[in-house]
């Protein structure tokens, strides 16, 4: 479907407004301050600044040990004693418990909702 629309030059679908209002604008964004030559260095100050944290840090260094092959774009960094698995299942509890908190909230009558602390009926 998506190789037969794009032959057409169509798109499959119709991306949301928001989305182009906020391309177009970061695009006037980045070329008002100069291009690509901008956002080439802006990304590299940027990742320098993360990279060389962590090469300073005691318990932090980059994933990629060779700075010549480092993203600029992305900098990725290991915690010492941080495992992506726990970090991974502590931010599953964590949803967990605002989907409980947002259910018995919308569980409760709007009116209820919408007074000030303390007040009632």
């Keep these: 479907m998506a190789l037969t629309n794009s032959r057409a030059n169509q798109t499959y679908n119709t991306p949301a407004l928001a989305t182009l209002v906020l391309f177009d604008s970061q695009l006037g964004w980045m070329l008002d301050n100069g291009g690509m030559e901008f956002c080439t260095a802006r990304t590299n100050e940027s990742s320098s600044v993360v990279y060389d944290w962590a090469e300073a840090s005691s318990f932090a260094t980059p994933f990629v040990v ?38 018995q909230a919308r569980s409760q009558p709007v009116a209820y909702r919408s007074l000030p602390r303390g007040r009632t009926r």
């Design 66 to 103: 060779d700075p010549a092959k480092r993203s600029q774009v992305v900098a990725t960094i290991d915690l010492d004693g941080v495992r992506a698995e726990d970090v991974n299942a502590a931010l599953a509890r964590e949803r967990h418990r605002r989907h409980r908190q947002l259910s």
